[in-house]
Nanobody, 121 residues
Framework: VQLQASGGGLVQAGGSLTLSCAAS????????MGWFRQAPGKEREFVSS??????STIYADNVRGRFAISRGNAKVYLQMNSLKPEDTAVYYC?????????????????WGKGTLVTVSS
């Protein structure tokens, strides 16, 4: 399974971006999917996850209310609003081993190449 995230870029604080991630095969349609991010010098951290049917979503505390995850047509999206400089990171999408949403990095089996989001103050 190959994953390709896109939609990153440079945005001013308070702005919005939408990330998308496409899977090369429809095996992801029965799996939970998630977004993680890694800022320079920091560990990769959980951002959001969605179950295979989209009925269950999880958000990290520091993005809840600002970010929204959704999925459809073998893609997963991350709508990011009210962006802050601390949201600056490389964002990665991933496919879970199960059909559930999960914040556990180790529960994901496939990872895409990241897309850089830079939020200027």
């Amino acid at each position: 399974v190959q994953l390709q995230a896109s939609g990153g870029g440079l945005v001013q604080a308070g702005g919005s971006l939408t990330l998308s991630c496409a899977a090369s095969r429809r095996t992801s349609s029965n799996n939970g999917m998630g977004w993680f991010r890694q800022a320079p010098g920091k560990e990769r951290e959980f951002v959001s996850s969605i179950s295979w049917r989209g009925g269950s979503t999880i958000y990290a505390d520091n993005v809840r209310g600002r970010f929204a995850i959704s999925r459809g047509n073998a893609k997963v999206y991350l709508q990011m609003n009210s962006l802050k400089p601390e949201d600056t990171a490389v964002y990665y999408c991933a496919v879970s081993r199960s059909s559930y949403a999960s914040r556990d990095l180790s529960s994901y089996q496939y990872w895409g190449k990241g897309t850089l989001v830079t939020v200027s103050s």
